[in-house]
């Protein structure tokens, strides 16, 4: 036997390790969309501190809330999908592709460390959020302010999936993210400060801006859960089904 | 059986009634390929004739209309990650995350394919292959030579028993070509056997000891550089193209036409 012959597959754990590490470093590089997201939600904060805006949009929380929810959302939307469709483009996943390394792996690296990636900027922003309000909250609070910053992150994530999934180039990505970002931005500001009526206001509430920060404001008040909250949680995962199962079904690794 | 007769008679690679399409185009049209252990065998064939298509489907990157593939008699559907693990792959038009550095683009790949590398390890190969100096550069700060090297150094990272080149010449200097060669040579001395498209006859003649001549799709011939010539030395259309001898791109124009391909 040749000593070509005798060498084995390379184990999952060291694969996984590799691509992980390489996926950071490459996020580490990319500081720009990471940055983004932590200056945007703290130029909310820092601009809303103090006014009667604070009041206007629904209490301090809420505002940590909506700072959250903007950063994750440029992380994911502009950062995440934009970095794939480059990816893409450039050819960087096949030559991945053609290693023993399978291609869910391939993937779960990049998302579970954008996954990381908004952990930080939610725990970056609810501790410079609280301290700028000066508010306290309970542990349970703190638990569930991230709990929620999770699931809005992996909406936004299955969001930026599902641009990658039906558009393809990379050009058509960063537009498309660009146009949705301002859009959900718009919608859940207006949306929140009460300036629409009837069904756009509807729209606003049950847009996917709009149910994480019903799920925020739910947190303010634990103990008066409402109906409307539960639906919104139901409403959050569902969009999580929707674009996940879109931007899998119909993604290509490659554009040519 | 011997290492040595196994050598001889089995096949380390069969492409049988591969049909690939895009759509309603069909690229690669029932084709038949059989490389046996230690060969290095050439594709050839004008632009656009199916070749990185054959090789994306030996690669599992693309999924063939019909036909089997087999690497040591392993399908390659089957068994992909157990393939992939067992073959190094150059292809046409390469592209490493652009954040990463070399020497970074080095480790990730070394730990796909479970190779253990120290740095020093790493340094050598990267300085066997010219370009150490560049080990800390993005991959998009290489020349395009520089970037074809490091795209062979990880096609053979770790010491695959067949290698799949998509021109693996094409923007190296005469220098970096012949080093190539003899690492060819080199990988199949030590066991391996190599496929590799090529639009040079000098490299086809020089390296490979079979080529095969494809043309829309379709498998016109595929023999030995010089048998190829015996064959078909007399034919018609290569006798009006030839000068003097005929030579193997006579060989090539006269079966394959003068016309250019879109
Ligand atoms: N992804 C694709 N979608 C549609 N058509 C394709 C695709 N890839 C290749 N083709 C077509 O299939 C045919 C064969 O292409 P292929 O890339 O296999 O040729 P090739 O022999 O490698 O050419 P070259 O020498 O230019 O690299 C061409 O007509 C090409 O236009
Ligand atoms: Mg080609």
Known sequence: MTSYEQRMSPNSKVMFESLFKADILVLIKNRRSLVLGIILPLIILATTNGHKAQQRLGGSLLLVGLAITY????????????????????????????????????????????????????????????????????????????????????????????????????????????????????????????????TLESIATWSPVGTVMTLFSGVMNPSKWTGHDSLSLLVTFGYIACFASLGIRWFRWDTH | MTELQRRDNSSILEVRNLTVAYGTKIAVDNVNLEIRHGEIFGLLGPNGAGKTSILSSIEALIKPRSGQVLIEGIDIIDN???????????????SFQSELTIRQIVRLYAGLYGVKLTL???????????????AGKPFKDLSGGQQQRLALLIAVIHNPVL????????????????????????????????????????????????????????????????????????????????????????????????????
């Open chain 2, 120 to 134: 020093q390890r790493i340094n050598e190969r990267l300085e066997e292959t010219g370009i150490l100096n560049e």
């Open chain 1, 71 to 198: 950063g994750l959302m440029s992380t994911s939307m502009l950062g995440y999908a934009l970095s794939i469709a480059r990816d893409r483009d450039a050819g960087v996943f096949q030559r991945l592709r053609v290693t023993p390394a399978p291609t869910w792996m391939i993937m779960t690296s990049r998302l579970t460390i954008q996954a990381i990636a908004n952990l930080i900027i939610a725990l970056l922003v609810v501790i410079v959020g609280t301290s700028i309000y000066h508010l306290t909250l309970t542990l349970t609070q703190y638990a569930m302010v991230l709990a929620i910053s999770i699931l809005g992150g992996a909406m936004f994530l299955s969001i930026g999936q599902a641009m990658v999934g039906l558009l393809k180039s990379s050009e058509t990505v960063n537009a498309a993210g660009r146009i949705v970002f301002a859009g959900l931005i718009l919608l859940g500001l207006l949306g929140f400060s009460g300036v629409l009526g009837g």
């Open chain 2, 163 to 262: 290698l799949l080149l998509d021109e693996p010449t094409s923007g190296l200097d005469p220098q970096s070509r012949r080093q190539l060669w003899r690492r060819i040579e080199h990988i199949r001395q030590s066991g391996g056997s190599i496929l590799l498209t090529t639009h040079s006859m000098e490299e086809a003649q020089t390296v490979c000891d079979r080529v095969a001549i494809i043309d829309h799709g379709k498998l016109l011939t595929c023999d030995t550089p010089r048998h190829l010539i015996e064959k078909h030395k007399d034919d018609i259309r290569v006798q009006k193209v030839a000068h003097g001898d005929v030579t193997l791109e006579d060989v090539f124009i006269g079966l394959t036409g003068s016309e250019i391909r879109d």
């Open chain 2, 80 to 94: 992909s990650q157990r393939v992939k693990a067992m073959i190094g792959v150059q292809l046409q038009a390469t």
